[in-house]
Nanobody
C-alpha cells in the first residue's frame, strides 16, 4: 500500500516561491511516476508535473514550464515541487499521487493520493 503526505503549502505574494514536499511510503516503485496535481475552486484537477520513479525524465504542464521544478530524493522517499514566480492563477490545492505521463499529459493511476496542501498566491 502506498501512502503519500504533502506539505509546504501556504500564502505567498505574487512573484514569490514555495517548495512542496511529498513524502512517500510503500511500493511506489510499482508505479512509473509520481506526479503533482492541482485543483482550483470550480475547476477540474490538472496535472502540473510528473517525475519518473526509474530515471530522470519529467513532464511539466505548459502553464508552469520555466517556473516550477520537480525533483526526487530517493534516500528520503520524497518528491519535491519548487514553485517560483508564483501567480494568482497558481492558487489551488496541490496533491501528489502515483502517476503515469507522456509528452502531452500526466495523470494519476492506482488511486494513491495525498490529502493535499493549499497554495494561495495573493497580495
Amino acid at each position: 500500500q502506498v501512502q503519500l503526505v504533502e506539505s509546504g503549502g501556504g500564502l505567498v505574494q505574487p512573484g514569490g516561491s514555495l517548495r512542496l514536499s511529498c513524502a512517500a511510503s510503500g511500493f511506489t516503485l510499482d508505479y512509473s511516476a509520481i506526479g503533482w496535481f492541482r485543483q482550483a475552486p470550480g475547476k477540474e484537477r490538472e496535472g502540473v508535473s510528473c517525475i519518473s520513479t526509474h530515471d530522470s525524465s519529467t513532464y511539466y504542464a505548459e502553464s508552469v514550464k520555466g517556473r516550477f521544478t520537480i525533483s526526487r530524493d530517493n534516500a528520503k522517499n520524497t518528491v519535491y515541487l519548487q514553485l517560483n514566480s508564483l501567480k494568482p492563477e497558481d492558487t489551488a490545492v496541490y496533491y501528489c499521487a502515483t502517476a503515469e505521463f507522456y509528452a502531452s499529459d500526466c495523470y494519476g493511476i492506482g488511486g494513491n493520493w495525498g490529502q493535499g496542501t493549499q497554495v494561495t498566491v495573493s497580495s
